[in-house]
């Protein structure tokens, strides 16, 4: 039993979204309707209740060497999304119910059993990955395969791909590969390859790292993401100046009119 | 065999030219965000490319809140009573019209059936609102707000029922603790339960409202005191100095607030202000600030029948804008859930 993580890595990636069949298939997911988004090839087009792993089509103008095509085309890029897993996750923090754990491998699990789908931790994920599935209420998201884990397996997404583009193992272990990577990605010559694990913020690290070529932005990867417990302090700090003037002010007015109906 | 259709005679395999064609198509829809074309211009067109600039394909990095319109509602309701159990309180305590004391005691109580039902009724599984009680988590506004809830319920619950018996029964002691304890407990609940739903959605990841924490409970919560106030005088207390005093601070607050709005210059925050949920908001500002406090003003100069007149339309505005205030930042949170700018940190184009 050791603290995992996931290491996704784009540049390997080739889009053939093995990792989402088999994470529907694994935990029974439903479909998410046959609808073309109309711009990419990405009909899909984020995780949600539905998807927990997502693959990325990002396309990039010409740009010669760019995921060496042929420099009058457009490339592509892929990149597997999915539930970060955050050292201090929003969701967990702010699920009044208590079904959201992390799990003994480091995972944020959302007990389906406990949810009772009030959809506050929608509203407090920085990602954008937890999302209340409308039929049935409860919300939904990565599992980090947390049945499979519990029995020595590994996560039915990782087991899937193809080209090992998704790495999964004990986290410290997978740092030290990403770093190995990213030094041998940069001596290739692919100076923009850049890892990603939002440690530098509040979120204070992912149990999903990436490794992408470019700006992470255009993968949707938030640059500053914040948990929003941070704001708590302000926020009560606010809602006591609140009560006070609310307690201050009917205790003056009615004051005030005794007196003056007093003379 | 037969020829599978896509290589059919007469009918064109993808080449080097049509590639290059649908290059050109590609370059233009770039250069000038849309093709010329006929015949070319499939749904979705011109093709987003995902940049830096543009995020990932421009499509939402957050996800929407997922309340429907109980949760504004419930926040007008509990907002309301909490803020009518305080006023209650105290007006109890200075030793006031007992007539307002009670109505105040009625509203809170209300408020007290209400808003669980509301809360329950947009759980995605009501039967499991106990599991909100399985914890107690300081770090979480929702869990927090749970616990005051079921202490705002009992206390003023508690009040209304030893209110009603009295009046049947006559005063008997054991009735008469009941009052005062659940008295002080609405008092001590009611503080919070006015204002927490500020809390609830400025502790948030959705932008609009984040950047909004240090106004949103003090908002909210003149917003609540405002509607607790007009559903008092419209219940007839339109002749207590006290209730104007209080009417007119919280329009005033509500005037600022409603300024603050509209003079803001961060694009995170133009959900209040343009577009349909920036109508909503302006609409509730108005009603609760500007309009309620000119009426306030108008029956403070005039007399008798009018005045009390004046002040009913002042209540009746307060209380429509505190209710749709509510309904447009709840609004504004799903229009700034969509905006994939403000999480990305990419600067708007008006910028
Ligand atoms: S990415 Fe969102 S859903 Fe996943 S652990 Fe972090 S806060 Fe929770
Ligand atoms: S929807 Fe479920 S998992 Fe999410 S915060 Fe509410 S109870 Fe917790």
Known sequence: MSVTAFLTDSTLCIGCKACEVACKEWNG????????????????????????????FVEHAPEPGFGGNAPELNSWAFSSDVCKHCEEAGCLEACPTGAIVRTEFGGVYVQPDICNGCGYCVVACPFGVVDKNRDDGRAFKCTFCYDRQKVGLVPACAKACPTESIKFGEIESLRGKARERMIELHGRGMKDATFYDASDSSVRGTHAMFIVRGDPRSYNLP??????????????????IGAGLLLAGSLLAFLFENGRDGR | MSVPSRLAPGRRTPDLDSEQKLVEIRREAERRGEV????????????????????????????????????????FVGGAAG???????????????????????????????????????????????????????LRSPMSMGAWTLVGFVSGASATAFAQFMQDRYGPLLPLRVIENAGQAVSLAFGLPFSNYTGVLIGATAIPVWNESINELPIHFGMSGLSSAVGMLELMGHRKSRALQWLGFGAAIFECMEELRIETHRLACLDPLRKGGSGAVVRVGG?????????????????????????????????????LITRFGWLHAGDVSAQDWREPLRIPHASE
Do not use: C
């Open chain 2, 83 to 137: 803020a009518a159990a305080v006023v209650g309180a105290i007006a109890d305590y200075t030793g006031a019209d007992r007539r307002l004391v009670r109505d105040a005691r009625w509203i809170a109580a209300a408020g007290a059936v209400i808003s669980p039902a509301l809360l329950i009724a947009d759980l995605g599984r009501p039967s499991r609102f106990l599991n909100m009680l399985r914890v107690f988590k």
């Open chain 1, 223 to 240: 640059p500053k993401p914040e948990v929003p417990t941070i704001y708590l302090k302000k926020g009560w700090t606010s809602s006591a």
């Open chain 1, 29 to 56: 997911i439903g479909e998410d309707g046959l609808d073309w988004s109309g711009f990419s090839y990405d009909n899909t087009g984020a995780v949600g209740a539905s998807t927990w792993r997502h693959v990325k």
């Open chain 2, 36 to 75: 010329k074309s006929a015949g070319i211009r499939p749904a979705g067109s011109p093709f987003p490319i995902a940049s830096p600039d543009t995020g990932y394909y421009g499509i939402p990095l957050l996800k929407k809140p997922a309340w429907t319109w109980e949760i504004p509602l419930y926040f």
């Open chain 2, 286 to 322: 108005v009603l609760s600030g500007p309009v309620s406090l000119g009426l306030r003003v108008l029956s403070f100069l005039s007399r008798g029948e009018q005045a009390r007149d004046l002040r009913k339309w002042a209540a009746m505005s307060a209380i429509a804008g505190s």
